[in-house]
T-cell receptor, first 114, second 117 residues
Framework: DGGITQSPKYLFRKEGQNVTLSCEQNLNHDAMYWYRQDPGQGLRLIYYSQIVNDFQKGDIAEGYSVSREKKESFPLTVTSAQKNPTAFYLC?????????????FGSGTRLTVV | GNSVTQMEGPVTLSEEAFLTINCTYTATGYPSLFWYVQYPGEGLQLLLKATKADDKGSNKGFEATYRKETTSFHLEKGSVQVSDSAVYFCALSSSNAGGTSYGKLTFGQGTILTVHP
């Protein structure tokens, strides 16, 4: 079955370390997104990519970086510059002609800084 | 810019009670509106959607009507079950007059629903 795979499900990081969250989709979707979820704040957009080798900052991009070398993959790196990285991270993808409703979400990665 | 405001939670109901979760929005362009549901430890699943004014989205007994005059998209269910316990997110995606979606979802803060037997 087609879908989005995020790994790992749980991730622990020491302060000062960079860490990369994986997101892979086999839906042949053009666009991919990274959201951050904090309790009581809903989801906030970190980065998004409409096509391969192109991506744009979302609302809270500081301290994060992404790449889009393949259509299927959109990894997110949480750098040491991110001051409060402990959160639940969700990856999503969408067809370019979805009219705004063709989104599929992964099951998320919970990152904890220890 | 776009924004979505949901009623504050958490909401606690008994099984078979009536559910309403309020959602209002501000948006440029011609937004599509969504309700997503998140079960514990999981990602988001699309519950229902409406793409133009007066459309009614429905799924699994849940309904929401796109009210442009009141900029609202309230979620309702006539009789909730314990299995409906989850976090519910209202969201919008804006598009231009030609229907081209900008592709970004704007979410409300989420409402935690707990249903007791």
């Amino acid at each position: 079955d087609g879908g989005i795979t995020q790994s790992p499900k749980y991730l622990f990081r020491k302060e000062g370390q960079n860490v990369t969250l994986s997101c892979e989709q086999n839906l042949n979707h053009d666009a991919m997104y990274w959201y951050r979820q904090d309790p009581g704040q809903g989801l906030r957009l970190i980065y998004y990519s409409q096509i391969v080798n192109d991506f744009q900052k979302g609302d809270i991009a500081e301290g994060y970086s992404v790449s889009r070398e393949k259509k299927e993959s959109f990894p997110l790196t949480v750098t040491s510059a991110q001051k409060n990285p402990t959160a639940f991270y969700l990856c999503a993808s969408r067809t370019s002609t979805g009219g705004g409703y063709g989104y599929t979400f992964g099951s998320g990665t919970r990152l904890t800084v220890v | 810019g776009n924004s979505v405001t949901q009623m504050e939670g958490p909401v606690t109901l008994s099984e078979e009670a009536f559910l309403t979760i309020n959602c209002t929005y501000t948006a440029t362009g011609y937004p599509s509106l969504f309700w997503y549901v998140q079960y514990p430890g999981e990602g988001l699943q699309l519950l229902l959607k409406a793409t133009k004014a007066d459309d009614k989205g429905s799924n699994k007994g849940f309904e929401a009507t796109y009210r442009k005059e009141t900029t609202s998209f309230h979620l309702e269910k006539g009789s909730v079950q314990v299995s409906d316990s989850a976090v519910y997110f209202c969201a919008l995606s804006s598009s231009n007059a030609g229907g081209t979606s900008y592709g970004k979802l704007t979410f409300g803060q989420g409402t935690i629903l707990t249903v007791h037997p």
